[in-house]
């Protein structure tokens, strides 16, 4: 898609700085979201007028009339020399503004990204469930983008992701690749996951459960023979499952129980924290393997045991985010301030950081 010289600029900046966001706020200059910290461009403020002809310059007359109606939008473009974008439009004191997310043109390995080689061995999985949590902008497209690459490069099969929108483009490696991208595509996760499941699927990528719909047409997909791979906005593991039983009205609440102990292979919540040196982020990772024990304890209903059965299951792969804190504090990551401010359970780690 063509751009104008200033977001041309802009975007420019972006790539040089590194920087993950931009942020097109009327009356601020161009602010860019560089390892966690955001910095203002050294230009003059935008105006209320330059936001709003950007926001038209970005959009074919579909998505104009999309924006319109419903007042937000998210899409992604892309361009030769700059890569691709995410782009989120919204109204602002009746004027509209972007945030733009700078996608990384490449899939990282696992080392580079830090995450766990339990996540190897989840992946492997001809069915279930598995989660990818956290806050917005801790990297679970990311992690996601990332296991779907291990599954691409593994194994012969059909994948079909869901996006909002299609952020990493996928090339064909041993694995057949269907990007749908919500709005361009599809007009919902949950309409598209119904469809999806008529396309014979190996792996289905849902970019979010969201709602009752989507929730309950995934766990029937991870019960009847398919590989569900999908992100929550929970902090942990344990919270990841009690969100998603509490989105069933309470009468099907003992199905879903059971549907979830049954189809649940594992959970990555995840959280980019500040280091001790230059302005970087590093990955702290919680993981929740379903073994026997997690099942059962979801089946009944005994949630609060979840966070015991991570500090027990060890050999299976798992850890807390707080051991994780810990570990990343020991080898002089991270102070002992974020690690805490982090943390589940913040006066246990601050006992466990003093005692050493």
């Known amino acids: 898609m063509p751009v104008t010289k200033l977001m041309r600029r802009i975007l420019e900046t972006a790539r040089n700085e590194e920087a993950s966001d931009i942020h097109l706020v009327a009356g601020l200059p161009p602010v860019f979201r560089v390892q966690g910290e955001l910095v203002l461009a ?3 403020p935008l105006s209320r007028q330059d936001t709003a002809s950007m ?25 030769e020399a700059l890569g691709r974008f995410r782009v989120s439009i919204y109204y602002h004191a009746g004027n509209p503004e972007m945030s733009i997310r700078a996608i990384v043109p490449h899939i990282k390995t696992r080392q580079e990204l830090r995450l766990p080689e339990v996540l190897e061995t989840l992946t492997r999985n001809p ?7 956290g806050p917005t902008g801790s990297g679970k497209t990311t992690t996601l983008n990332y296991m779907i690459d291990l ?10 992701t869901i996006e909002d929108p299609v952020e990493y483009v996928h090339q064909r490696k041993k694995a057949v690749i269907v990007q749908q991208e919500l709005y361009t595509d599809v007009k919902s996760f949950s309409a598209a996951l ?13 970019g979010e459960m969201r709602d009752y719909e989507t929730t309950a047409t995934a766990l029937m997909a991870a019960e009847t023979g398919h590989l569900v791979l999908a992100t929550c906005h929970t902090p942990s593991a344990s919270q990841t499952v009690e969100r998603i039983v509490s989105v069933f009205p ?7 129980i059971v549907q979830l102990a049954n189809s649940l292979r594992g959970i990555i919540a995840q959280r980019l924290v500040p280091t001790t040196g230059p302005s970087t982020r590093l990955l702290a990772v919680e993981v929740l393997v379903a073994n026997a024990a997690v099942r059962h304890c979801i089946r009944e209903n005994e949630l609060h045991q979840l966070p015991n059965m991570i500090q027990t299951g060890k050999q299976d792969g798992m850890q807390s985010i707080d051991d994780c804190l810990l570990q990343m504090y020991h080898a002089g990551e991270i102070t002992a301030d974020t690690a805490i401010s982090n943390s589940n359970d913040p006066a246990d780690l601050r006992s466990r950081i003093t005692a050493r």
């Open 194 to 206: 119904i469809h999806v499941l008529r396309q014979d699927p190996n792996v289905i990528c849902v």
């Open 42 to 44: 050294d230009i003059t």
């Open 55 to 79: 926001v038209h310059d970005l959009l074919n007359a579909e998505q104009r009339q999309a924006f319109e109606r419903d007042w937000q939008l998210s899409y992604s473009f892309y361009d």
């Open 151 to 160: 599954i691409n490069s593994d194994r012969r099969c059909k994948i079909i």
């Open 127 to 133: 069915s279930g469930l598995i989660l990818v949590t």
């Open 250 to 256: 309470p009468y099907q609440q003992p199905q879903a």
